[in-house]
């Protein structure tokens, strides 16, 4: 089945700095959504976006399905910002299953 | 906004009860899901339905079972908890799109201690 692998595991940024999350799929893919994970666990949907790109506020994220991979681009980092990102696939098998990345952790530091 | 609630923020069980899981979606979505999620191992899929009275199981099923007798209600039932089943539980909800493209919204978590 598909793989989804994401980059780096662990992230540590100081407040105000910019940053870029990667996330590569091993084959083709229909979908792909960003999640983040807060501290209390809650998974909030930031971006669903088969490709191209999207911008919400600071947060924006590119897919190029064709080269598969995806890009989740932090600007100006604010420590709420911490937590878990996973980015999540569906593969082209039309399974309805959602196939996660292991995640970046991202800590910012005021 | 799609709402979906999970009845349970924490619980704490003993080895042996009987345990469940409810998880209810406001927005009339056809699909609902179970995962689990541990250090580690990421989140894993649990069990799934496509639409009242419809189950599939996932990557691990083993020792669950699930029941939605209503569209807006999953619920997951742990036969004879085990303290393997310590965990955070998440209930996610979706509306069925062409080729299951839509997006998948997340309850808030149910953090199960089994002791």
């Known amino acids: 089945g598909i793989q989804v692998e994401q980059s780096p595991p662990d992230l540590i940024l100081q407040e105000g700095a910019n940053s870029t999350l990667r996330c590569n799929f091993s084959?083709?893919?229909?979908?792909l959504q960003w999640f983040h994970q807060n501290p209390w666990g809650q998974l909030i949907n930031l971006f669903y976006?088969?490709?191209g790109t999207k911008q919400n506020g600071r947060l924006s994220a590119t897919t190029v399905a064709t080269e598969r991979y995806s890009l989740l681009y932090i600007s100006s980092s604010q420590t709420t910002d911490s937590g878990v990102y996973f980015c999540?696939?569906?593969?082209?098998?039309?399974?309805?299953?959602?196939?996660f990345g292991q995640g970046t952790t991202l800590q910012v530091k005021p | 906004d799609v709402k979906v609630t999970q009845s349970s923020r924490y619980l704490v069980k003993r080895t042996g009860e009987k345990v469940f899981l409810e998880c209810v979606q406001d927005?009339?979505?056809?699909?609902m899901f179970w995962y689990r999620q541990d250090p580690g191992l990421g989140l894993r899929l649990i069990y799934f339905s496509y639409d009242v009275k419809m189950k599939e199981k996932g990557d691990i099923p083993e020792g669950y079972s699930v029941s939605r007798e209503k569209k807006e209600r999953f619920s997951l039932i742990l036969e004879s908890a085990s303290t393997n089943q310590t965990s955070m539980y998440l209930c996610?909800?979706?509306?069925?799109?062409?080729?299951?493209?839509?997006?998948?919204?997340f309850g808030n978590g149910t953090r199960l201690t089994v002791t």
């Open positions: 999540a696939a569906y593969g082209s098998s039309n399974t309805g299953k959602l196939i």
């Open positions: 927005m009339d979505h056809e699909n």
């Open positions: 996610a909800s979706r509306r069925q799109g062409v080729s299951y493209n839509s997006p998948l919204h």
């Open positions: 084959d083709s893919v229909n979908n």
């Open positions: 976006i088969p490709s």
